[in-house]
């Protein structure tokens, strides 16, 4: 009885430790997912401002509008008309500019959004195939942006992904070896049955089968108890905190997360059950 109870002690810690070793990898890949989100996002939100010669007409300005909405990497476009550039500059304002200046000194433009690719240098390269377009018509006088918060928010996802990339580095190296020091364990409770084993002339792949076999399936239920961890402290945050974690958008990829820590869970089980078996096997 005791050594039941002893071995159901063995099992439990076994799993226990792979599930809450994936579920810091799942609360990582999570993060990970909403900070790209969140950049991307911000990214797409800035506004390019085209500007315009003060001359142009609402003709020309249009026909542009309609040509800069047509390209790929274009997500929506404004046309702001000197009329409209006045009216909202008088409601920040919050007086009348032109009555004060006798005319509208300000130009037409055209408010361009773009679709951020994946790789910054992607969206640099469209921004400055862009540009160079924008130079071929006379009536354009240049495009502006807020670089320096652009160059923030690429730094900031920058640090924050190598940062979360070499924590779950670290973090697999340590459930490899937790695994390891499991499985070993695990061996040397059974080393009179692999030594008997040996003796009739089994080979190590047939002694390492159970072994791995076993490792496989507590990875796998590890990761389903690191996947319902990250649910349930996901659902419990977006509670507390009413940040909407738990929307249909962000459920496809919390399943592709959960795949990712039961596929992990089983890979790094059985490898470290391979590499353990063998080198214990070879040693004795």
């Not at 920058?158 to 695990?186: H, M, P, Q």
Request: charged share 15%.
């Amino acid at each position: 009885m005791k050594n039941k109870v002893n071995l159901w002690g063995s099992h439990g810690t076994t799993i226990l430790g792979i599930a809450l070793v994936l579920f810091m990898l799942g609360l990582l890949l999570t993060i990970e997912y909403h900070s790209y989100r969140i950049t991307h996002d911000t990214q797409e939100r800035i506004t390019y401002k085209v500007d315009l010669a003060p001359d142009v007409t609402d003709q020309q300005a249009l026909a542009l509008k309609a040509e800069v909405m047509a390209m790929p990497a274009v997500k929506h476009v404004d046309y702001i008309s000197k009329a409209k550039a006045a009216e909202i500059f008088s409601e920040e304002l919050g007086e009348d500019f032109i009555g004060f200046a006798g005319y509208n000194p300000l130009y037409p433009s055209l408010m361009v959004n773009f679709n951020v690719a994946l790789l910054p240098s992607e969206t640099d390269a469209t921004l400055d195939l862009f540009c160079q377009q924008m130079r071929h018509y006379d009536f354009v006088t240049g495009v502006a942006y807020q670089e320096n918060v652009v160059d923030e928010l690429r730094e900031v996802f920058y640090k924050l992904s190598w940062f979360l990339i070499v924590f779950v580095a670290l973090l697999l190296i340590i459930t490899i070896l937790l695994i390891s020091s499991l499985i070993r364990i695990a061996i040397f409770s059974r080393r009179d049955t692999i030594a008997t084993m040996r003796l009739v002339g089994a080979t190590t792949r047939f002694i390492a089968r159970p072994f791995v076999l076993r490792s496989l399936a507590y990875g796998a239920l590890g990761g389903v108890i690191a996947s319902i961890l990250t649910f349930l402290t996901l659902w419990i945050f977006s509670n507390q905190f009413d940040a909407a974690l738990i929307a249909t958008s962000h459920l496809p990829w919390y399943a592709a997360i959960d795949g990712v820590l039961i596929l992990v869970g089983m890979l790094i089980a059985w490898l470290a059950t391979t590499i353990t078996v063998r080198l214990y096997i070879h040693k004795h």
